[in-house]
């Protein structure tokens, strides 16, 4: 099945969409709650399950509710040193790559909680960067997914009205994100959420591999 024509624009996630980066994050992550507490840290599979979130939400979520105080330690240390060492682990998805030469007749933009520095940094590093048009990553005002402000906003500045647009990402706030910016939205299974959470979203596509997005947007 492919998607109705005309889609002319596609927008991913970065983590788990486009990036496997769950070994950098969650490295990270620790390092900068160590910095903070004594606790025993969380693993890096329970990391991984809450990766697309804010940070503070990840660490709420993980059982480490943190004071204002300790959040601006947590988030500086988290940052300064993921800057320095987002891709020592990080690569792109099988196929991730030959998927978006295949599909360069099409405009891709990228629509992430990271950072807007860390995500240009990131795709930079992987040698990523040429095939996106816009990269919309958190700015200070920005809602974040499952918002649809992070969506719209790419939307305007890739001038590309949302029924001409697909959303493509891993867990539920990018498909509600999509919805919410009335776009059709697509699920992959590979990344940080879950099938069923996923499902319960009801994405417009499903696919198992990146390379899949040839079959719905590919070029006639």
Known sequence: MTVARPITTVLCD?????????????LAFQYA????????LPDEA???QHIGKPLEHMARELGYPLSPAQLTIFLDTYRSRY???????????????ATLHALSSLTFGVVTTKAQ?????????????????????????????????????????LRCAPQQALMVGDTAADI???KAAGLKT????????????????????????????VRLVGAP
Request: glycine content about 6%; overall charge negative; some cysteine.
């Open 33 to 40: 709650l160590h910095h903070i507490m004594e606790n025993a």
């Open 186 to 213: 697509c699920a992959v299974t590979y990344g940080f959420g879950t099938l069923h959470e996923l499902q319960h979203c009801q994405p417009d596509f499903i696919i198992d591999a990146f390379s899949d997005l």
């Open 176 to 178: 509600l994100a999509g």
């Open 83 to 97: 800057a320095a060492f987002c891709t020592n682990h990080t690569r792109p998805y099988p196929g991730v790559t």
């Open 46 to 48: 329970a990391i991984a």
């Open 117 to 157: 520095e860390q995500a240009e940094t990131v795709l930079r590093q992987l040698h990523l960067t040429s095939f996106f048009q816009h990269i919309q990553g958190w700015v200070p005002g920005l809602q974040l997914k499952p918002a649809p402000d992070a969506v719209v906003a790419a939307l305007a500045a």
């Open 14 to 26: 970065l983590d788990g969409t486009l990036i496997d980066s769950q070994r950098d994050i969650a």
